[in-house]
DNA sequence: TCTGGGGTCCTAGGACCC
DNA sequence: TCTGGGGTCCTAGGACCC
């Protein structure tokens, strides 16, 4: 009657890999991410190994503040072409087992195994099988959480990391949510997580006993899938996901940058780097966006939307460029700037001049 | 601590149309 | 003199996810 859901999140993803193919790295640990540049680095971690994290390096730190708490470690660049190549191979191991599955990221997928195994217990030996079989042939960990439905599987692979494996039977959910942080709800972020503190409100438990209607209020119709979540409720099917919406570039100067000529020339070769996929993917746009940020974080977007669609590549340019314009006249220091274009349609023939 | 880069989705206001 | 209601599209900003 029920479903049973499996997901499955590649532990460490980046990290694994790098340790996979440089046995050196192996029990040490290791970051991958921005250059550190002895602590004067303006990225962040991509990924820090479980050895990283013993000195609390976590995904999406400043590497300044890594390279503080672990000065030892090794930090290397990521290597994004390796890690896609060996997702592939591993999501393919994946859906040889359900037909019905959602990839949700590079290290992430739903596999929907209602039709394969007869209960939990079952869809738990099967977990097994995954698991070991990724282990084998693509030498690196994943964690395995399965439930009634995709909230629950998401979050029981969580639960156990890494390697491990969570099963949340229908009986079980109450249990196993309710003593959770809101903040591991799937659309509640920092911000969120303190407006609900606000309202002292800090585990799951707290947030169902919250009435819909003052949620509602609050959050808009977010607060109605807060609701539904803090219930363990979420009746979404997996589903591979549709088309792509929008694609894009952007890039962090070393250091901030005064000349607007800098911030043509980084246009120019953002655009460079995304129009090639727009042409091999037979992809059209209508709308051209930029953003900037200032050297005080601060950051702004302009968009402009065309009558038609285009996959001109100096409609982007000269598009980028002029909306750009507005923001260098002010003589203040840049630190981001990106292009994007979006309102996008799909494998039509080009249309000419004249149509247009 | 000082904040990447790839995205998605939501909101609110304004223009415009009927 | 004080001004509807519904709908769509566009823009800008912001929260969030991995």
């Known amino acids: 009657m029920g479903r049973i859901i499996m997901h499955i999140d590649l532990d460490a993803f980046y990290a694994s890999v790098e340790e996979r193919e440089h046995s050196e790295y192996k029990g040490k640990p290791l970051i991958v991410g921005a250059d550190p540049q002895e602590g004067r680095g303006r990225g962040v971690v991509a990924t820090a190994n479980y050895s990283a994290r013993e000195f609390g390096v976590r995904s999406a730190m400043p590497i ?60 738990g030996k099967l ?3 995954i698991k070991k079989e990724i282990l084998n042939k693509e030498k690196v960990t994943c964690s395995i959480g399965i439930g009634p439905n995709k909230l629950i599987a998401k979050l029981a692979s969580d639960y156990k990391k890494p390697y491990g494996l969570t099963i949340v039977g229908f009986d079980d959910v109450k249990r196993f949510i309710d003593p959770l942080p809101v903040r591991k709800l799937i659309g509640i972020g920092p911000k969120t997580e303190d407006v609900l503190k606000g ?12 009435e819909v209607k003052s949620l509602i209020d609050i959050f808009g119709v977010f607060g109605y899938r807060m609701h539904e979540m803090s219930l363990g ?6 589903t591979e996901e549709g088309e792509i919406k929008s694609i894009g570039r952007e890039t962090t100067f070393e250091e901030d940058v005064g000349t607007p000529e800098i911030v043509f020339a980084a246009i120019d070769e953002l655009v460079d780097g995304f129009h090639e996929e727009i042409i091999t993917s037979n992809i059209q746009f209508k709308t051209v966006s930029i953003k900037i940020r200032f050297e005080n974080f601060e950051t702004h977007t302009r968009a402009k939307t065309f009558e038609f669609h285009t ?19 002010i003589g203040r220091r840049v630190r ?7 309102g996008l349609k799909f494998g039509e023939k080009q249309k000419t001049l004249r149509e247009v």
């Open 199 to 210: 309202m002292k409100i800090e585990t799951v438990e707290q947030l169902s006993k919250v």
């Open 311 to 329: 996959s001109d590549k100096e409609i982007v340019r000269d598009t980028a460029k002029e909306l750009v314009q507005s923001f260098l006249n």
């Open 127 to 129: 977990a097994e099988r």
């Open 233 to 238: 409720i979420d009746e979404s099917e997996v």
């Open 64 to 123: 300044s503040r890594a390279w503080k708490l672990c000065p030892q470690g090794i930090y290397v660049r990521p290597n994004f072409s390796l890690y896609v190549k060996t997702s592939h191979e591993i999501m393919s191991i994946v859906k040889k087992y359900s037909n019905k599955f959602e990839q949700i990221s590079i290290d992430e997928i739903f596999l929907d195994v209602t039709d394969k195994v007869s209960d939990f217990e079952a869809a």
């Open 336 to 342: 981001l700037i990106g292009v994007r274009v979006s």
